[in-house]
T-cell receptor, first 114, second 111 residues
Framework: DQQVKQNSPSLSVQEGRISILNCDYTNSMFDYFLWYKKYPAEGPTFLISISSIKDKNEDGRFTVFLNKSAKHLSLHIVPSQPGDSAVYFCAARDKSGSARQLTFGSGTQLTVLP | DAMVIQNPRYQVTQFGKPVTLSCSQTLNHNVMYWYQQKSSQAPKLLFHYYDKDFNNEADTPDNFQSRRPNTSFCFLDIRSPGLGDAAMYLC??????????FGPGTRLLVL
């Protein structure tokens, strides 16, 4: 049972336009959400995060929106650049228990076309 | 630069031959994690060390073991690799339950 879902395996966007990556979750105990970017043959790199007490967090070209009622979050990249082409993973942290492990989505391959 | 280092980056082993993957960190983080990632799938947590306390995920096969001799190093031992264990193995670290930082991964091939 996938608790974190990224329903779009791939997304193509023109350079300079907005990229919107979506993520849905089912576990109401998730209290912290993160986005990671992964290039081929490299480990995931932390990009941006948001706490469940907020609905928006912005860092430069990257903005994450959280809609708790819909259990949905999205990552906006504006403007998109060819160097943004990578796999983007959404991850969520469970506030229950001591482990606070991350649960990852299966990723979305973003391709930014020049 | 503070970082998470994984060696080797690529590892080839034979079916049933024990293999050890290593992870080291210069971040002085107290938590270290091992994930398994298969192609086009989400990284799956195998286990983690919170300081010296080992925490195994319920569905991690007994074939997988881990050691953390000190704060900086953590090892993943696969006692008898099967073909299904071929994957990318990712090490990550964090301070307590804060953001996890990943190493570059070790890609394991089982022949």
């Amino acid at each position: 049972d996938q608790q974190v879902k990224q329903n779009s395996p791939s997304l193509s966007v023109q350079e300079g336009r907005i990229s919107i990556l979506n993520c849905d979750y089912t576990n109401s105990m998730f209290d912290y959400f993160l986005w990671y970017k992964k290039y081929p043959a490299e480990g995931p790199t932390f990009l941006i995060s948001i706490s469940s007490i907020k609905d928006k967090n912005e860092d430069g070209r990257f903005t994450v929106f959280l809609n708790k009622s819909a259990k949905h979050l999205s990552l906006h990249i504006v403007p998109s650049q060819p160097g943004d082409s990578a796999v983007y993973f959404c991850a969520a942290r469970d506030k229950s228990g001591s482990a606070r492990q991350l649960t990852f989505g299966s990723g979305t391959q973003l391709t930014v076309l020049p | 630069d503070a970082m998470v280092i994984q060696n080797p980056r690529y590892q080839v082993t034979q079916f049933g031959k024990p293999v050890t993957l290593s992870c080291s960190q210069t971040l002085n983080h107290n938590v270290m994690y091992w994930y398994q990632q298969k192609s086009s799938q989400a990284p799956k947590l195998l286990f983690h060390y919170y300081d010296k306390d080992f925490n195994n995920e319920a569905d991690t096969p007994d074939n997988f073991q881990s050691r953390r001799p000190n704060t900086s190093f953590c090892f993943l031992d696969i006692r008898s690799p099967g073909l299904g264990d071929a994957a990318m193995y990712l090490c990550a670290t964090s301070v307590a339950q804060e953001t996890q930082y990943f190493g570059p991964g070790t890609r394991l091939l089982v022949l």
